[in-house]
């Protein structure tokens, strides 16, 4: 049974940084693409990143610069590196096996002004 667990959500003050984990079981995630997406309130949810098996990444134009998406394929965990938040950033994170229907619980992320 694969399940992927996020941690690492919070509450900051804009232009600080958080560090979000995603552990998985149940799959061997070195054989897949990973992304994080995010869902804000009244918003539908949204791509941030994606890391490729090679390691090539790409990021939504909004957390470009400011966001850094890795992964840890001895600890079959992804992460996702966030500095300078601003209050946009606030949302929901989800990790997702990229193009799957495989997702986590969520962690809340909330930037204050």
């Known amino acids: 049974q694969v399940r992927l667990v996020e941690s690492g959500g919070g509450l900051v003050q804009a232009g600080g940084s958080l560090r979000l984990s995603c552990a998985a079981s149940?799959?061997?995630?070195?054989?897949?693409?990973m992304a994080w997406y995010r869902q804000a309130p009244g918003n539908q949810r949204s791509w941030v990143a994606t890391?490729?098996?090679?390691?090539?990444?790409n990021y939504a134009d909004s957390v470009k610069g400011r966001f850094t998406i890795s992964r840890d394929n001895a600890k079959n965990a992804v992460y996702l590196q966030m500095n300078s938040l601003k209050p946009e950033d606030t949302a929901v994170y989800y990790c997702?096996?990229?193009?799957?229907?495989?997702w986590g619980q969520g962690t809340q992320v909330t930037i204050s002004s």
């Open positions: 149940g799959i061997i995630l070195r054989s897949r693409a």
């Open positions: 997702n096996i990229f193009g799957s229907n495989y």
């Open positions: 890391i490729t098996i090679g390691g090539s990444t």
